[in-house]
Every structure is written in C-alpha cells, then in structure tokens.
Nanobody, 122 residues
C-alpha cells in the first residue's frame, strides 16, 4: 500500500514536501505518479517517476516549481513543491502501477495513497 503525507496549509509562495511511503512492495518495480484533485475539478496527473525512464512531467503548470524524487532505502517518493500558488490547492495522491517504465493510463494504477490536502492561501 501507499501512504501519502505532508500536506497542510501554506501561504502563497511557500513550500511543502509531500511523502509517499510504500509498504508491501518494492517501489523500484513500480511507476509512481503524483496526482491532484482540486475542488470541482477532475483528478490530474502532475509528475511521474519510473526506474527505467526517470521523471516525466504531465502538467506544465508545475514545471520549474515541483520536483519528484525517490529514496530507495526508505521506499519513499517525495514531491517537493515550491513557489506554491492558490491554484495548487488540492488533495494530492500518489499512485503506483507495476512497471519500471512510464505508465500514462490512470486505469493501470492499482495502488493509491489516501490523499493529503494541500491548501495554499493567497
């Protein structure tokens, strides 16, 4: 399973780091994507990390501000969010699909964290 944490309330321009801890499986065998769902909007993929293809950005709106990284020793993936904007307010989810290559279809993600709320005040 996946456990997402690190959300909270932050002022615009601030930073947060979200964590996604994996248990019961080796996440190096998985493609891990961070998704977010803002109020009234559909869930969108924002960043993915896979062992064979590295890092892929799905959302241009976070390029230059968000970064994804992983720590194999802790079986954890991180989402570093800088220069936060009010439009980044959302519930953030991490999801895993068993593939060491990039997985683009949300339907292939069968492991989901519970979501962590990020609220950016302007």
């Amino acid at each position: 399973q996946l456990q997402a944490s690190g959300g909270g309330l932050v002022q615009a321009g601030g930073s947060l780091r979200l964590s996604c801890a994996a248990s019961g499986f080796i996440f190096d065998d998985y493609s891990i994507t961070w998704y977010r769902q803002a109020p009234g909007k559909e869930r969108e993929g924002i960043l993915c990390i896979s062992s064979r293809e590295g890092i892929t950005y799905y959302s241009d709106s976070v390029k230059g501000r968000f970064a994804i990284s992983s720590d194999s020793s802790k079986n954890t993936v991180y989402l570093q969010m800088n220069s936060l904007k009010s439009e980044d307010t959302a519930v953030y989810y991490c999801a895993g699909a068993r593939s060491s290559f990039l997985v683009t279809s949300r339907n292939q993600y069968n492991k989901w964290g519970q979501g962590t709320l990020v609220t950016v005040s302007s």
